[in-house]
């Protein structure tokens, strides 16, 4: 099966992806930092010369399989430093969660009832049955600034994901 994303449907999955609930214009007042989401799907292309390179493309076709990076930029455009803020990002049903670049997120498998490392969450199936969590499970995911974002600091949030 082919899945593909045109203009508006990417637009539909940057906007998913900045904060659930929440216009990123509502983020701004509340903390003075903009937001803005791009997704890229990973491409290995073979070189001239034999050899081969991955290169990030805008995903107008994409298909299970392929591997996808979203970034997530964040800017404190306001007058005082930002603090204590979060940005969260539902995963796209289609998508299956790989990880970030840096490790420090926080997820929820239960579309964003509970929050904490994967290892510390459980997962309950239809039938009942509780068992750990795994990255396939993953819903949502969030990062947690407890520093502050000093007026002007800019920054970007990566994660990966596989089309199912």
Do not use: C
């Amino acid at each position: 099966m082919i899945m593909k994303i045109n203009l508006l449907k990417r637009l539909a999955i940057v906007a998913a992806l900045v904060i659930p609930g929440m216009a990123p214009s509502a983020a701004m007042a509340a903390n003075n930092v903009a937001l803005s989401s791009d997704v890229f799907v990973e491409r290995t292309v073979k070189k001239p010369n034999g050899t081969t390179a991955v290169t990030l493309e805008a995903p107008k076709t994409v298909i299970p399989g392929d591997n996808l990076v979203f970034v997530v930029k964040y800017k404190n455009v306001g007058t005082t430093p930002a603090t204590d803020f979060s940005v969260t990002n539902p995963l796209p049903k289609a998508v299956a969660f790989n990880g970030t670049s840096d490790g420090t997120e926080i997820v929820s498998v239960d579309g964003g009832k509970n929050w904490g490392p994967l290892s510390a969450l459980k997962y309950t199936r239809e039938n009942g049955e509780v068992r750990p969590a795994l990255m396939s499970d993953v819903t949502h995911i969030k990062w947690k600034f407890n520093r502050a974002l000093s007026v002007g600091s800019e920054g970007k949030l990566v994660f990966r994901g596989t089309v199912k």
